[in-house]
């Protein structure tokens, strides 16, 4: 079952890993490492955290991975895997809810380093400024739209598995997500021109 | 038709950025845009937002992978399977006790009252074994008796074969709705 004939699905990559072809699971890496960091970012607020707790996600999953049932989407599990890892670790750590500029505040630097289109001091400055305020719009967000957002911006997931993934009826995600946008919209009104 | 109100359109707009809108809605859409400022000027929004927001993504370290697959256990699942070898192994160390005590007792009887002992237990426990196996034999040749009374007739064993099949299938789908319940249970976490 694969799409075309180049490009095996996740299901096939998951069924090569089971059936002893351990390198495929690298394959996988390769496909959500990025959406998974940024995805876990987004919700820890830091960069290092993000990828310590994706490594773990990634590595619990190749754990329990023969019990992955192929009638769902292996994407819809990971996310799973890692909405709860992520939840479990706020809890857990109390997450410090100090803005990014208050780390900059203490000399301590930035904790991210996104890449920088705009070069020269003003541009930086906006580029902080404008990496600021996502961060705050997105967490200004009520947990129910922001979970949403995050899902669908961040994980790239369709809105079927975001409604599998949240148990859901699929008119409620189309719903919250279009609140959830609206409410950024206004948030991030003066960095959209950009 | 009742056309769709301008929230409608609003929603649709939502759903386009996303690549979820229906053809039939979209062209519907396209028509409503060439109209309606404001509606293009929400589009434009959206998609700057989602230019955004693409734009201020974290880039992955580059040694993260090795670190992923570098850490991954060395054995997988494959450590939480029932060993195969587990069960044979322990049946040959038993079997191979029984026979050290059986066919060794005569070299300890003469070696004291200890090895006496020993011997006396063996020799219990090979008699326990006897007739255990005896026991064993009488059931077998009483069920192949039956067994031969069962299939010497056409409909008797017709209800063998029926009643043969029903517990494969009954065994199949308990297995199946374990199978399922198991995985549902990764799937949901631990929430």
Known sequence: MTRGAEQPT????????L?????????????????????????????????DLAQEVLVKVYQVLDRYDPQYKFST???????????????????????????????????????????????????????????????????????LILLRHQAELPYEEIAQLKQMPLGTVKNKLFRGRQMLKEKL?????? | MKRPDHNTYREWLNLDVDGQLPRPQRAELEQHL?????????REDLLALEN???????????DFKGAVLASLPTTGWENRHPKTWAFPAAVFLLLAGIAAALFGSAHLEAAGPGASALVAMADMLGSTLQAGAGLLAATWKGLGLAFAEVIS??????????????????????LRRRRSATAGAVRGGRR
């Open chain 1, 10 to 17: 996740d299901e096939d990559l998951v069924a090569a890993v």
């Open chain 1, 19 to 51: 059936g002893g072809d351990r390198e495929r699971f690298g394959d996988l890496v390769d496909r959500y490492q990025g959406r998974l960091v940024n995805y876990l970012f987004r919700l820890l607020r830091n960069v290092d955290d993000a990828h």
């Open chain 1, 77 to 147: 599990w990971l996310f799973r895997v890692a909405q709860n890892a992520a939840i479990d670790q706020i809890r857990r750590r109390r997450l410090k809810l100090v803005s990014l500029r208050q780390d900059d505040d203490e000399g301590e630097g930035r904790d991210w380093d996104l890449p920088s289109p705009e070069r020269g001091p003003y541009g930086e400055m906006r580029n902080r400024e404008r990496a600021d305020a996502i961060q705050e719009a997105i967490d200004a967000l009520p947990w129910e739209y922001r979970e």
């Open chain 1, 189 to 194: 009104q003066d960095f959209l021109a950009d």
């Open chain 2, 34 to 42: 060439a109209g309606c400022a404001e509606c293009r000027a929400e």
């Open chain 2, 52 to 62: 955004l927001l693409q734009k201020n993504r974290v880039p992955v370290r580059t």
């Open chain 2, 153 to 174: 007739s056409p409909m008797s064993l017709g209800v063998l074969a029926v009643l043969v099949i029903s517990l494969n299938l009954l065994f199949i789908s308990l």
